[in-house]
């Protein structure tokens, strides 16, 4: 037990990565830009009635979800494939937030497939804000992984240059 009371070490290394880059944080950046513009094309649509702004809703909650899969996916592989990140509550917390998010932005997409215009308001719009709300709340965990326990940062000091060592003042 006395194993367990220890702090957990500062950051884990990532193991879905391209050129030592880690792919999950490269890939939420489009789902959370096409289901937070969805938000704003639903709101668009409420306010002016033109169908452009119901298909382009559908168009970016498709996007959203299988963006999101496929982001949702390198994550999973980290979470279960790196025991740093796996025994972290912070990162479990992240998890049930993104797969909720995914089940909402998946529900709200089909949802639309049968009347893309008719099925904005009232429902479309609340589950476009739900999404954005775990939008919101997805990234802040996410961000909390990395910025406070250094998940996916590189912790090697090898390729660190001191911003002083960039400047050439003459004085050397």
């Not at 050129?19 to 096409?34: D, E, G, K, N, S």
């Not at 033109?50 to 959203?64: N, Q, V």
């Not at 299988?66 to 998890?95: D, Q, Y």
């Amino acid at each position: 037990m006395e194993r367990f009371g220890k702090p957990l070490p500062q950051g884990a290394p990532t193991a879905v990565a391209f050129a030592r880059h880690p792919l999950h944080p490269m890939l939420v950046t489009f789902p959370i830009a096409f289901l937070l513009g969805a938000l704003g094309t639903d709101l668009a649509f409420w306010y002016t009635a033109e169908a452009f702004w119901a298909r382009a809703s559908l168009w970016l909650i498709g996007a959203g979800a299988v963006m999101g899969i496929i982001a949702g996916i390198t994550g999973t592989v980290e979470l279960l494939w790196v025991k740093e990140i796996r025994r972290r509550p912070a990162s479990w917390n992240h998890f049930v937030l993104a797969v909720a998010l995914l089940a909402t932005c998946v529900i709200n997409w089909v949802f639309r497939f049968e009347d893309p215009i008719g099925s904005i308001v009232p429902t479309g719009l609340y589950l476009s804000a739900l999404t954005a709300v775990l939008v919101g709340s997805a990234g802040w965990m996410g961000g909390k992984l990395v910025f406070e326990h250094q998940i996916a940062v590189d912790q090697g000091n090898e390729h660190d240059t001191d911003p002083v060592d960039l400047v050439d003042d003459g004085t050397k």
